[in-house]
């Protein structure tokens, strides 16, 4: 983790709540001098076709997702150390370890953001999973 992240960036790790249970941190608190960045739910839409891709695989999915929310949040300036919070919808928890297995791969710093994991009736184009995430633009 830089030091820039680390004057915007403090994450909360306390023995009075629950440890995390997977690849995020408890809580982040964001410096009041932090510009915001704001990504939507991504699905598994390539980019090149702008087709719904993946459709009964998850791990690839959630791959493709990964690999869009990167772009977006490169294009907002900013990189995944930058990312403050993450939601997962998924449209059934039974997939909750596959996610969690591609989702480690790209937060495998020190610097894992926040996150909630929610189980949704259903997702756009039948997508298994959608992640949408915020951070802050490094100054």
């Given at each position: 983790m830089?030091?820039?992240?680390?004057?915007?960036?403090?994450t909360i790790?306390?023995?009075?709540?629950?440890?995390?249970?997977?690849p995020y941190s408890q809580a982040k608190?964001?410096?009041?001098?932090?510009?915001?960045?704001?990504?939507?739910?991504?699905?598994?839409?390539?980019p090149q076709t702008n087709?719904?891709?993946?459709?009964?695989?998850?791990?690839?999915?959630?791959?493709?997702?990964?690999?869009n929310l990167c772009a977006l949040v490169e294009a907002a300036g900013s990189n995944l150390d930058h990312v403050v919070k993450c939601n997962i919808y998924l449209d059934d928890m039974n997939?909750?370890?596959k996610v969690n297995d591609v989702y480690a791969k790209y937060f495998n710093g020190e610097n894992k953001p926040a996150?909630?994991?929610?189980?949704?009736?259903?997702?756009?184009?039948?997508?298994?999973?959608?992640?949408?995430c915020n951070g802050v633009v490094p100054q």
């Open positions: 830089s030091e820039n992240t680390e004057q915007i960036l403090q790790n306390t023995q009075n709540a629950p440890k995390a249970i997977g608190v964001v410096s009041e001098k932090a510009k915001l960045f704001y990504i939507s739910g991504c699905i598994s839409i390539d087709q719904f891709v993946l459709k009964d695989d998850v791990i690839g999915q959630t791959e493709q997702v990964m690999k997939n909750f370890q996150r909630a994991c929610i189980a949704v009736k259903g997702l756009p184009a039948g997508a298994k999973v959608e992640i949408e």
